[in-house]
């Protein structure tokens, strides 16, 4: 076995605790813990002063006070320095008449995104791809999405993510297929047998034993 092999990183993994970070952003020194008891949508962006990733942070800037709403901050990344996020950020503000409300990490030192897996050498070996990271409020990792280079996210879906989340750990129910809120949620099957058996008569709206949903 080879000793002096590079270490690579654990990477996040669902429900583990986000790994811990302390990094410059546009809003001074950031770290995890100071989203201690709030949600947290962590997401990287390939580069300042790109369109794709311009027209996405105008979507997470509109959807800020919807964040908000919900007990949940927004933190974006790139490796790039924190004076071209400033200048870019001005120049959104100056053409699109967007002011960008959140913090911006500066990680050009890579520790973040080392740290997050948001560097994918099959797109590029020096950008951040798209990855955003749901951190519930006791810092877990709730769910990781990874985008590519050249297509931009719906920040409509991670809205619907965080609320859908936040409603299957209120009520214990899972969603379904593009969730609203408002709509029908599932009851989460029976383990067993006997719970199989009695599913039918809990008074839910059941297509089978299996597949059950109520109104909240
Ligand atoms: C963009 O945000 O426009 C972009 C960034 C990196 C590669 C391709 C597009």
């Given at each position: 076995?080879?000793?002096?092999?590079?270490?690579?990183?654990?990477?996040?993994r669902?429900?583990?605790?986000?790994?811990?970070?302390?990094?410059?952003?546009?809003?001074?020194?950031?770290?995890?813990?100071?989203?201690?008891?709030?949600?947290?949508?962590?997401?990287?962006?390939?580069?300042?002063?790109?369109?794709?990733?311009?027209?996405?942070?105008?979507?997470?800037?509109?959807?800020?006070?919807?964040?908000?709403?919900?007990?949940?901050?927004?933190?974006?990344l790139?490796?790039?320095?924190?004076?071209?996020?400033?200048?870019?950020?001005?120049?959104?503000?100056?053409?699109?008449?967007?002011?960008?409300?959140?913090?911006?990490?500066?990680?050009?030192?890579?520790?973040?995104?080392?740290?997050?897996?948001?560097?994918?050498?099959?797109?590029?070996?020096?950008?951040?791809?798209?990855?955003?990271?749901?951190i519930?409020?006791?810092?877990?990792?709730?769910?990781?999405?990874?985008?590519?280079?050249?297509?931009?996210?719906?920040?409509?879906?991670?809205?619907r993510?965080?609320k859908?989340l936040?409603t299957?750990?209120?009520?214990?129910?899972?969603?379904?297929?593009?969730?609203?809120?408002?709509?029908?949620?599932?009851?989460?099957?029976?383990?067993?047998?006997?719970?199989?058996?009695?599913?039918l008569?809990?008074?839910?709206?059941?297509?089978?034993?299996?597949?059950?949903t109520?109104?909240?």
């Amino acid at each position: 076995m080879d000793t002096d092999a590079p270490t690579q990183p654990s990477l996040p993994r669902l429900n583990e605790p986000a790994p811990d970070f302390k990094a410059p952003t546009t809003h001074g020194v950031k770290e995890l813990s100071d989203y201690a008891g709030k949600w947290l949508v962590l997401f990287s962006h390939p580069a300042d002063f790109t369109p794709v990733c311009t027209t996405e942070f105008i979507a997470f800037a509109n959807a800020y006070d919807e964040f908000q709403a919900m007990n949940t901050d927004l933190l974006g990344l790139s490796i790039d320095s924190h004076f071209s996020h400033i200048a870019w950020t001005r120049t959104i503000k100056e053409k699109f008449e967007v002011e960008i409300p959140f913090p911006i990490i500066a990680d050009l030192s890579m520790e973040v995104a080392n740290a997050y897996g948001m560097i994918q050498p099959g797109e590029s070996d020096t950008s951040a791809v798209r990855c955003t990271f749901i951190i519930d409020d006791k810092g877990l990792i709730r769910a990781m999405v990874y985008y590519p280079l050249a297509n931009g996210r719906s920040i409509a879906e991670f809205v619907r993510l965080v609320k859908a989340l936040q409603t299957s750990d209120e009520y214990d129910v899972a969603t379904p297929e593009n969730w609203q809120p408002g709509e029908r949620v599932i009851v989460p099957p029976p383990k067993t047998a006997a719970g199989a058996a009695e599913r039918l008569d809990e008074g839910y709206d059941c297509v089978d034993w299996w597949f059950c949903t109520k109104e909240l």
